[in-house]
Nanobody
Framework: QVTLVESGGGLVQDGGSLRLSCTVP????????MGWFRQAPGKEREIVAA????????YYSDSAKGRFAISRDVRRNTVDLQMNSLKPEDTAVYYC????????????WGQGTQVTVSS
C-alpha cells in the first residue's frame, strides 16, 4: 500500500500560479511512476502530467504543455506540479497518483486538492 498526500491547492486569479506537492513514502519512490490527474465538475478525470521517479522521462497533456512542470524532490520525497499561466478551465480537483513501474494502471491515489482559477 502506498499512501499519497497532496497539498498546495487553492484559489488563484486567471494568469496566476500554484504549486502542488505530493508526498510519497520514502521506501516506495524508487519503484513508482508518478502522475498528476484532474477532474472538473461534470467531466472525466484526465491525466495532466507524469514522471518516472528516476526523472528519466516525463509526459504532459496538450493542455499542460508549456504551462505546467512536473518534478520530483528526492530530499523531500515529493512530486511537485508547478502550474503557471492558470486559466479558469484549469479549475478542478487535482489528484496525485502512482503506479508500479511496468504496470498500466495507476493503483494508488491521493485524496485530491481543489484548484480554483477565477476569471
Amino acid at each position: 500500500q502506498v499512501t499519497l498526500v497532496e497539498s498546495g491547492g487553492g484559489l488563484v486569479q486567471d494568469g496566476g500560479s500554484l504549486r502542488l506537492s505530493c508526498t510519497v513514502p520514502a521506501d516506495s519512490f524508487g519503484r513508482l511512476v508518478m502522475g498528476w490527474f484532474r477532474q472538473a465538475p461534470g467531466k472525466e478525470r484526465e491525466i495532466v502530467a507524469a514522471i518516472a521517479w528516476s526523472a528519466s522521462s516525463s509526459y504532459y497533456s496538450d493542455s499542460a504543455k508549456g504551462r505546467f512542470a512536473i518534478s520530483r524532490d528526492v530530499r523531500r520525497n515529493t512530486v511537485d506540479l508547478q502550474m503557471n499561466s492558470l486559466k479558469p478551465e484549469d479549475t478542478a480537483v487535482y489528484y496525485c497518483a502512482a503506479k508500479l513501474r511496468g504496470e498500466s494502471k495507476y493503483a494508488y491515489w491521493g485524496q485530491g486538492t481543489q484548484v480554483t482559477v477565477s476569471s
